[in-house]
């Protein structure tokens, strides 16, 4: 699928999100190998926060290369949600499937009236100890159809769904870092030499 088709879906997603054109948009991403699997995990929802409402498995990838896999699930949120609202309470409850499921990796959508937040959840291992050792701070975009949501689009428009560490590489920060400083760097040196030249 085209760079440009992804950024479509991308936008449509941003502007009008539903479950239906988000499975359209990681099918077409993994090259047919996302798995639609439909299974309610709301169960798994703090009972004393009724802001949650409801958590899905909408599907899931199996990855051949080390035998692992990549679950997805979206949540209802009852009104909107904000930038930094319930972020930790969201990553333990991802967390929490994960571990009770023994899943090694989630992708967890939580939507509420006009955005939502997509997060990347990861279980590392060190010979058979398993760990989720990033917090509900890293791997995560807030998407607004009131936000330019530049970086989401660059990065996640340019997933390659085979590997969980390439699912990891449009969540890092680093490659974020490093587009921005190749795009920086030529204009500052054009800005540098005006300098000098009026002197």
Do not use: W
């Amino acid at each position: 699928m085209g760079n440009e088709t992804r950024v479509e879906l991308l936008e449509q997603i941003i502007e009008d999100f539903n479950k239906d054109t988000l499975t359209q948009f990681y099918n077409k991403l993994s090259s047919g190998k996302f798995r639609p699997a439909s299974e309610d995990f709301s169960e798994n929802l703090p009972k004393d926060d009724r802001r949650f409402e409801s958590i899905e498995q909408i599907g899931r990838i199996e990855h051949e290369k080390k035998a692992q896999t990549t679950a997805f699930f979206i949540s209802s949120v009852s009104g909107e949600i904000s930038e930094r609202d319930s972020k930790k309470k969201q990553y333990d409850i991802g967390k929490k499937i994960l571990k009770d499921n023994y899943l090694d990796a989630g992708i967890f959508v939580f939507y509420g009236k006009n955005n939502f937040r997509l997060s990347l959840i990861a279980a590392f291992y060190s010979g058979p100890k398993r760990t989720f050792p990033y917090g509900f701070r890293r791997y995560t975009y807030f998407v607004s159809p009131e936000l330019t949501n530049k970086t989401f689009i660059k990065q996640f428009g340019g997933c390659d769904f085979s590997s969980i560490d390439n699912i990891l590489e449009a969540f890092s920060i680093e490659a974020v870092s490093k587009a921005f400083y190749d795009d920086l760097n030529p204009q500052f040196g054009k800005i540098l030499l005006s300098i000098k030249a009026d002197d």
